[in-house]
């Protein structure tokens, strides 16, 4: 381990002591970080003769906040919230200078300053609220002090990060620097020492609470307005709290309230679960066989095949990303009203964001219209989206091979079927791999990247890159049968008709889904996305479901035709209970001499989780998924699991294997249904005591 004064450093340049933190990769404040600071405050005073002192990062970042990985272990010595103090009660004016990011704890370092400048590129923010946490050394109450309480409660329970602009704009930043940092803040430095001025502490300065202690109605509105987004997570709520208290609790007492919040919440499950995904997404990034050596190619052009509903949605994603983007169709009126659509949905977010409709015709500049699959030819990248058939996609794959360019990545969005079939009908499989889009493509973050048997190492580097260059979360994923989500989806989804057969009623399995944490149920989401897709895909492949058919077969399609599941008032989207669809479950129940029982909301919530979690550990076994991780990456980011749960991997071990291994059984003879027996993986870790986490069998 490094010793905290090879991680922090102190230098003088004239009257000007200047601190630098050096721990990469992004210079959190790990026990060496605190320590080193607090000594080179101490020694800077002990030396005497420094007229200011400047905090300043080395390496890509400012302080990206605490130390992560710190948290659950025992607490050391000097906790953040002394070394703030230290800073703050500094008889010499203390400025930081900021350049890449100064968040949570990084910015708290630096509210703690009398002075705050940054370099234009700089970005700041107390992101805690994402890991289940609020800022727990002063955020809550020093950022209201420095930009007043409304326009930190929108930074502190969104936890966007903000430009250094907006900073500076509302008091934060005291200055922007343009070029060299060090030597601007040291300039700064000099200025303000010599100014004579009384430097400003934000623990004397309540300037800023003075209107909304007068009035806090604007305060309270805008409470309600963000957490009426909060979904069952405990952060944003004590987030709100905490800000509230700064209004006018004095300091130390709010700062006492703020920290009981954070030891509340850091010990809590949803900051667990939520840290566990901060680290999750980032493992993700990890795919094995593709070490950093492996690199990604160069994707300037993408072609997009299809202007379908997923073909749409991936070119938006593309262009708003500022990648050129041809989209092919098959007929010239297919691309017109593909095209239509797309400028719709630009044009609505633009009025919605408050932007210039200027900015509409810009990104559509970047799409290239055209009729014919030979336009693929400029393409560095394609990403098929015509018509789920094989035959099809088969011969769309022959073409390509023919008309793309070499070195091409030739992606499919197919959502079952399978990859090596397409890449055997190209001379260049390995260049052939699946991009997994999700409904709407524009807007779903989670990108599934198939690697087919004989997909190249760089070609999956360069499709993860791409994913994350159109702010996708990309998670790569093996062949088979609906990948991981789907195939896991698809356990759920059979559960969902058994339920319905077995006595309960739609909105009594929704409303355990949804209390659950999950923002529909599946019957609701079922309705939203249509119910003629499964009915048509069903009948094609010669199956019946009893309750979902003869919902269809009484033209009951979901929303688009105000009746499904339940039913719909014109123009509402509110799911209203409907006797016809409970007359029709019935009698589907009575026709497969079901007899109907009453369910608890406890066997309702097992059966919709532990049969996905079952598929879940096979696909694990099969390796599939890399990791259970990379499962709660594609639950978290393309199905709405709720993230204070963690996913359904990470959920499984809070709630212990040996119970779900044990209910699974039980459902298995309770339905008659070998296929619920609980995996062998599931068996053997349970009956190790191990959860999933604890399982690395690395391949996908
Ligand atoms: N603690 C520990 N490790 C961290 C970390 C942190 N706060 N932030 C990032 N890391 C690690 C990552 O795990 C990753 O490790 P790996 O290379 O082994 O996977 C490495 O640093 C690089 O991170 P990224 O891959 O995320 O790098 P990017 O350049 O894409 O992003 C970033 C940089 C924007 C700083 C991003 O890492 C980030 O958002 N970090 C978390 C910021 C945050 O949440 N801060 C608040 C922490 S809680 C807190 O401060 C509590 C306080 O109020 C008391
Ligand atoms: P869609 O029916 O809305 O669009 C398909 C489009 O492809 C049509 O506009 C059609 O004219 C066009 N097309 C057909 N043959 C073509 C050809 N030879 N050349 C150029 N264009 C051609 O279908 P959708 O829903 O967009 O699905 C497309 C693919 O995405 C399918 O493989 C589907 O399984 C997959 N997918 C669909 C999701 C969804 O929610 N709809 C989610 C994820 C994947």
């Not at 098959?330 to 659509?341: A, D, K, P």
């Not at 993986?681 to 690395?698: D, N, R």
Request: aromatic share 6%.
């Amino acid at each position: 381990m490094s010793s905290p004064m090879s991680v922090v450093t102190s230098a003088r340049h004239g009257v000007v002591a200047v601190i630098s933190i050096n721990s990469p990769p992004v210079n959190a404040l790990s026990h060496a970080v605190r320590a080193g600071i607090a000594e080179q405050l101490a020694k800077i005073k002990a030396e005497g003769g420094a007229k200011a002192i400047v905090l300043i990062c080395e390496g890509r970042t400012f302080v990206a906040g605490a130390d992560i990985t710190e948290f659950g272990k025992p607490p050391q010595t000097p906790g953040l919230g002394e070394v703030i103090a230290a800073l703050e009660t500094s008889p010499i004016p203390t400025i930081a200078a900021i350049h890449g990011t100064a968040l949570g704890g990084g910015l708290e370092l630096a509210l703690g300053c009398h002075y705050r400048v940054a370099s234009p590129d700089a970005k700041w923010g107390l992101p805690e609220v994402k890991l289940g946490l609020l800022p727990g050394a002063g955020g809550t109450q020093r950022l209201p002090r420095a930009i007043g309480p409304e326009a930190a409660l929108r930074v502190i329970v969104t936890g966007a990060h903000q430009p250094a602009k907006l900073g500076h704009e509302l008091g934060l930043i005291a200055e922007i620097i343009p070029g060299d940092l060090k030597v601007g803040a040291i300039a700064f430095a000099e200025k303000v020492a010599a100014s004579g001025k009384k430097h400003p502490s934000l623990r004397e300065d309540t300037s800023k609470l003075t209107a909304t202690r007068a009035d806090r109605s604007k305060f309270d509105a805008l409470v309600t307005e963000l957490l009426s987004k909060s979904r069952g997570l405990e952060a944003p709520v004590a987030c709100a709290e905490a800000v509230k208290l700064s209004i006018d609790t004095p300091l130390d007492e709010a700062l006492k309230q703020e920290r009981a919040y954070f030891l509340k919440l850091v010990a809590g499950e949803q900051s667990k679960a939520q840290r566990h995904l901060f680290f999750a997404e980032r493992e993700a990034a990890r795919v094995p066989g593709v070490g950093p050596d492996v690199k990604p190619r160069k994707i300037e052009r993408v072609a997009v095949l299809g202007a379908g509903t997923m073909g749409g949605g991936i070119t938006m994603s593309f262009a708003s990303a500022g990648i050129p983007v041809t989209i092919i169709e098959q007929s010239e009126e297919n691309l017109q009203r593909g095209m239509g659509i797309i400028r719709k949905n630009y044009e609505a977010t633009a009025r919605r964001q408050g932007q210039d409709p200027a900015s509409v015709d810009k990104v559509m500049a970047l799409i290239t219209p055209k009729v014919g699959l030979e336009h693929v030819k400029d393409a560095d990248m394609i990403v098929e989206a015509v018509f789920e058939e094989m035959a099809l996609k088969k011969t769309v794959f022959a073409a390509l091979d023919k008309f793309a360019k070499p070195g091409a990545v030739i992606a499919s969005n197919t959502s079952y079927l399978n990859i090596d079939e397409m890449a055997a009908a190209t001379k260049r499989p390995g260049d052939v791999l699946g991009m997994h889009f999700f409904s709407p493509a524009n807007v779903m973050k989670l990108l599934e990247i198939v690697r087919a048997t004989n997909t190249a190492p760089d070609a999956l580097a360069t499709a993860m890159a791409v994913g994350r260059r159109i702010n996708k979360v990309p998670v790569v994923v093996g062949l088979c049968h609906g990948f991981v989500g789907n195939r896991m989806l698809s356990q759920r989804s059979k559960q969902s008709e058994l339920l319905l057969l077995e006595g309960a009623m739609p909105h009594e399995v929704d409303a355990v889904v949804t209390g659950f944490g999950f923002p529909m149920g599946p019957f609701a989401m079922g309705d939203l996305a249509g119910l003629d897709v499964g009915f048509r895909s069903r009948k094609d492949r010669g199956v019946r479901a009893e309750i979902a058919d003869s919902i269809c077969e009484a033209g009951r399609f979901g929303q688009k035709t105000n009746k499904g599941y339940y039913r719909y008032e014109e123009g509402r989207r509110t799911p209203i209970r409907d006797p016809e669809v409970e007359a029709i479950i019935v009698a589907a129940s009575k026709k497969l001499g079901y007899t109907r029982r009453t369910i608890t909301e406890q066997e309702i919530l097992g059966r919709m989780l532990y049969p996905m979690i079952n598929e879940g550990a096979r696909i694990l076994e099969e390796g599939v998924a890399a990791r259970a991780s990379d499962i709660d990456i594609v639950w978290i980011n393309g199905y709405g699991f709720p993230m204070g749960r963690g996913g359904p991997m990470h959920y499984a071990d809070t709630v212990g294997l040996a119970k779900i291994r044990d209910d699974l059984s039980q459902f298995a003879k309770l339905t008659n249904d070998k296929t619920l027996e609980p995996a062998p993986l599931l068996v053997k870790l349970a009956a190790e005591g191990k959860g999933f986490a604890s399982y690395k069998p690395g391949k996908a």
